[in-house]
């Protein structure tokens, strides 16, 4: 996947600086915080996801109990 980033200026050379910082090309930076991106999005999804089956199984228990 190929993905370009229009920032502004500054960002660039905060992004540059913190790529040089971390020992990394800029690119390769940009590809650890798309991957943390999408992890934290995959976290975000199965947390969602088991509060749903946690709300359904609670449910489903409080009507066993009636």
């Given amino acids: 996947?190929?993905?370009e980033l229009d920032l502004s200026p500054d960002c660039e050379a905060a992004l540059l600086?913190?790529?040089q910082q971390a020992g990394c090309t800029v690119d390769e930076t940009v590809n650890l915080a798309v991957q943390a991106f999408?992890?934290?999005q995959k976290d975000a999804v199965w947390?969602?996801?088991a509060k749903r089956n946690m709300?359904?199984?609670a449910e489903a228990l409080r009507?066993?109990?009636e």
Wanted: charged residues 15%.
């Fill in 1 to 3: 996947m190929v993905v």
């Fill in 17 to 19: 600086a913190a790529a």
């Fill in 38 to 40: 999408v992890e934290q």
């Fill in 47 to 49: 947390l969602a996801e």
């Fill in 55 to 57: 709300t359904v199984h």
């Fill in 63 to 65: 009507r066993l109990g």
